[in-house]
């Protein structure tokens, strides 16, 4: 398909194991985001790539968050030692360099047991 | 710092009543766009409109129809004639224009209004 697409679709781990979470974006679009939507909550801006650099990773929570994208296409955000709180879908979006519009992925749900 | 209120958490309506949805934003930016996007139960958000702040004519699209107005900061929602399959969470956002490398345009969600279409 053409869109945005996110693996795994659940995700089920234990407190403080490590999690990898992977977003393959349109073909050609240069800016990638991460999104979090906690349980009946809106959605809160985690990191921002253009190309392979993070210009904007104001949103990650803790030091346990860290993301990469490489080759300008995958990104995999990945949350070490999980919590509780981590429980969450997990949204990814891409963009193409000329306008404003963000295409998302259908998520990763991620629950922290 | 960039913001958007939706206050209504939950609306519910009998189908075929129109319905409108809230959306106040705040933003010292002069160029912005706004957005409304539709979360349905499979989860997966889909893009409604994209409004961009120097237009503030309003938009009909079938039964959807916006209303934004720069002097209240407000860009709601309508629905006219609703639907079972209308029912979803919408999230009004806003976001800033992109300028370059840096700029993250980053959207910003408001926390959403549930809306549940009785038959």
């Known amino acids: 398909g053409a869109g945005v697409s996110q693996s795994p679709s659940n995700k089920v781990t234990e407190k403080g194991k490590d999690v990898e979470l992977r977003c393959d974006p349109i073909?050609?679009?240069?800016?990638l985001y991460w999104y979090r939507q906690s349980l009946g909550q809106g959605l809160e801006f985690l990191i921002y790539?253009?190309?392979?650099?993070?210009?904007?990773k104001s949103g990650l929570p803790s030091d346990r968050f860290s993301a990469e994208r490489t080759g300008g296409s995958v990104s995999t955000l990945t949350i070490q030692r999980t919590q509780q709180e981590d429980s969450a879908v997990y949204l990814c979006?891409?963009?193409?360099?000329?306008?404003?519009?963000?295409?998302f992925g259908p998520g990763t749900r991620l629950t922290v047991l | 710092a960039q913001k958007v209120t939706q206050a209504q958490t939950e609306i519910s309506v009998v189908e075929k009543e129109d319905v409108t949805l809230d959306c106040v934003y705040e933003?010292?930016?002069?160029?912005?766009?706004l957005f409304w996007y539709k979360q349905p139960p499979s989860g997966e958000l889909v893009f409604l409109i994209r409004r961009n702040s120097f237009d503030e004519q309003n938009e009909i699209s079938g039964r959807y129809s916006w209303n934004f107005q720069k002097s209240t900061s407000s860009f709601n929602f309508t629905i006219t004639a609703s639907q079972v399959v209308d029912s979803a969470v919408y999230f009004c956002?806003?976001?800033?224009?992109?300028?370059?490398?840096?700029?993250?345009?980053?959207?910003?969600f408001g926390s959403g209004t549930r809306l549940s279409i009785r038959p």
């Open positions: 979006a891409s963009r193409s360099g000329l306008n404003n519009e963000q295409f």
């Open positions: 790539f253009q190309g392979n650099s993070a210009p904007d």
């Open positions: 933003t010292r930016d002069t160029t912005y766009y």
């Open positions: 956002a806003l976001s800033e224009p992109h300028f370059g490398y840096s700029s993250a345009s980053k959207i910003i």
């Open positions: 073909s050609g679009h240069t800016a």
